[in-house]
């Protein structure tokens, strides 16, 4: 049974940091794709950032870039996300997600989900 469980969420003040982590269990995505998507209270799900394959590639939406880095660790089966320079608009349940079909920026296209672990962003 694939289990992904996300950990570091928590509340922080604009411009602060946060690290979120994910931990895979019952299968390898170390040639897959493990990412980031998140969810806002009245918001579809929006992709966040991914690290994909043995390279390493890296995806990222726009309003993350430069702030955000998304790591992934092949040998422990983990994948990070570190966020600085929050905002409020960043407030959000984060998900971590891994897909089996290569990488994707759809949520449709990631088949495990972790149980989300809130962000708070205070202005």
């Known amino acids: 049974q694939v289990q992904l469980v996300e950990s570091g969420g928590g509340l922080v003040q604009a411009g602060g940091s946060l690290t979120l982590s994910c931990a895979a269990s019952?299968?390898?995505?170390?040639?897959?794709?493990m990412g980031w998507f998140r969810q806002a209270p009245g918001k579809d799900r929006e992709f966040v950032g991914a690290?994909?394959?043995?390279?390493?590639?890296?995806y990222y939406t726009d309003s993350v870039k430069g702030r955000f880095t998304v790591s992934g660790d092949n040998a422990k089966n983990t994948v990070s996300l570190q966020m600085n320079r929050l905002k409020p608009d960043d407030t959000a349940v984060y998900y971590c997600?891994?897909?089996?079909?290569?990488?994707?920026?759809?949520?449709?296209?990631?088949?495990?989900w972790g149980q989300g672990t809130q962000v708070t962003v205070s202005s």
């Open positions: 997600a891994a897909s089996t079909r290569g990488f994707g920026y759809s949520s449709l296209v990631y088949d495990y």
């Open positions: 019952g299968r390898t995505f170390s040639s897959d794709a």
């Open positions: 690290v994909s394959g043995r390279a390493g590639n890296t």
